[in-house]
């Protein structure tokens, strides 16, 4: 079966440092790939997607970077964190069929401080 | 930009009622999918409803589509504290590669 692993669960930075939040899905082979950001008791905004390695595609112009070394591997990034980065970081899949529903991880909690 | 908008945004009910909730989007979709998240955790699909169709069961879950008036309903029939959670609904429009959630419904059900 096929799972999805997102951590860390909660981080706290200081403005002006970097980022890495990691996403790693077990047991499928080129999944798409999205991380979506959740402010609190809204939606979610679509950051980037990925269909294959090397593949990302950019939603809105902000302080972060996405990117995907190896298959199932997604990482989404910042130099220098702002405030505005915090908020609730998602990472799903799906797969490259028609009518596919998501997977999401159990997300990352950032508050930048 | 959002896509699908929900209503109501909060809704409490008596445990056995039923909730029902409903989204309006504005283009055209291959499909629309409700999603169920509790609080601080990751989304997880319900229910998938494409264009072509204009109900859909699953369980104690019904949904409506009317894409003449791109809207769909969620009902939750006899409902459960255990079923207290946020309800987004998303949608497919077949070009954009991922799917577009609306604002979510925070349903609290009482014991």
């Known amino acids: 079966s096929q799972t999805i692993h997102q951590w860390p669960a909660t981080l706290v930075q200081p403005v002006g440092s970097p980022l890495s939040l990691e996403c790693t899905v077990e047991?499928?082979?080129?999944?798409?790939l999205y991380w979506y950001r959740q402010a609190a008791g809204r939606g979610l905004q679509l950051l980037f997607y990925?269909?294959?390695?090397?593949?990302i595609s950019s939603e809105v112009p902000q302080n972060l970077s996405a990117s995907r070394p190896q298959d199932r591997q997604f990482i989404l990034s910042s130099k220098k964190l702002l405030l505005s980065d915090s908020g609730f970081y998602l990472c799903?899949?799906?797969?490259?069929?028609?009518?596919?529903?998501?997977?999401f991880g159990s997300g990352t909690q950032l508050s930048v401080l | 930009s959002q896509q699908g908008e929900e209503d109501p945004q909060a809704l409490s009910i008596q445990e056995g009622e039923n909730a029902t909730m409903n989204c309006s989007y504005k283009?055209?979709?291959?499909?629309l999918q409700w999603y169920r998240q509790n609080s601080g955790r990751g989304l997880v699909h319900l229910i998938l409803?494409?264009?072509?169709?204009r109900e859909k069961h699953s369980g104690r879950l019904r949904v409506t589509l009317d894409t003449s008036k791109k809207s769909s309903s969620l009902l939750i029939t006899a409902s459960r504290a255990a079923d207290t959670a946020s309800y987004f609904c998303?949608?497919?429009?077949?070009?954009?590669?991922?799917?577009?959630f609306g604002s979510g419904t925070r349903l609290q059900v009482q014991p």
């Open positions: 409803i494409r264009s072509n169709e």
């Open positions: 799903a899949w799906d797969r490259d069929t028609a009518d596919e529903k998501l997977f």
């Open positions: 283009t055209s979709i291959n499909n």
């Open positions: 990925s269909v294959g390695i090397g593949q």
């Open positions: 047991g499928t082979s080129n999944p798409n």
């Open positions: 998303a949608t497919d429009d077949g070009g954009r590669r991922a799917l577009t």
